[in-house]
T-cell receptor, first 112, second 114 residues
Framework: DVKVTQSSRYLVKRTGEKVFLECVQD?????MFWYRQDPGLGLRLIYF???????EKGDIPEGYSVSREKKERFSLILESASTNQTSMYLC???????????FGPGTRLTVT | AQTVTQSQPEMSVQEAETVTLSCTYD???????LFWYKQPPSRQMILVIR??????QNATENRFSVNFQKAAKSFSLKISDSQLGDAAMYFC???????????FGTGTRLQVFP
């Protein structure tokens, strides 16, 4: 079975802090994605990566950056957390563009 | 730009009954994929069913089936013999065959009553 893990289930940070969310997949997937999930808005793509050191902006990249130094790991970075970044963050991976995405358990981030 | 619409924020069904969740999408493309994902409370999102647009036959996975109407751009999910474990948020998603990201609807929360 594909396993996608995220470093924390719950995280509380203060405004202005730098926040790192880590995602690891164990199935040698080329593609990895970061979404945020908000009630009534569904899932929105923040960034994705199709290879090591490669990244592409999604629909809502403002205020976020990413890092992919190893194939199995994809990090989401909030350079200076703000209260409007309080949300559920989901990581996903996929083997190829034609395949479905597999999701991690999510990190519920609260910025106070 | 492609969009996905789920017009039912909440649905409920009695155990053992059948329920249908609606999804419509808008696209000018002819080749794409459609998905239904399930997100149980506090649990991981999992794929329920997938449909390739070029296939006329509706996809089926055990108690889950879809009604794919390409001309109408409709992709509904039917859950037969509903079980308590089916209670979850259900998301419809679209992916172009030539693109690289999923576009999600806003979700439908399904409650299952004993």
């Amino acid at each position: 079975d594909v396993k996608v893990t995220q470093s924390s289930r719950y995280l509380v940070k203060r405004t202005g802090e730098k926040v790192f969310l880590e995602c690891v997949q164990d199935m040698d997937h080329e593609n990895m994605f970061w979404y945020r999930q908000d009630p009534g808005l569904g899932l929105r793509l923040i960034y994705f990566s199709y290879d090591v050191k490669m990244k592409e902006k999604g629909d809502i990249p403002e205020g976020y950056s990413v890092s992919r130094e190893k194939k199995e790991r994809f990090s989401l970075i909030l350079e200076s957390a703000s209260t409007n970044q309080t949300s559920m963050y989901l990581c996903a991976s996929s083997l190829a563009w034609t395949r479905e995405q597999y999701f991690g358990p999510g990190t519920r981030l609260t910025v106070t | 730009a492609q969009t996905v619409t789920q017009s039912q924020p909440e649905m409920s069904v009695q155990e053992a009954e059948t329920v249908t969740l609606s999804c419509t999408y808008d696209t000018s493309e002819s080749d794409y994929y459609l998905f239904w994902y399930k997100q149980p409370p506090s649990r991981q999102m999992i794929l329920v069913i997938r449909q390739e647009a070029y296939k006329q036959q509706n996809a089926t996975e055990n108690r889950f089936s879809v009604n794919f109407q390409k001309a109408a751009k409709s992709f509904s999910l039917k859950i037969s013999d509903s079980q308590l474990g089916d209670a979850a948020m259900y998301f419809c998603a679209y992916r172009s065959a030539s693109a690289d990201k999923l576009i999600f609807g806003t979700g439908t929360r399904l409650q299952v009553f004993p």
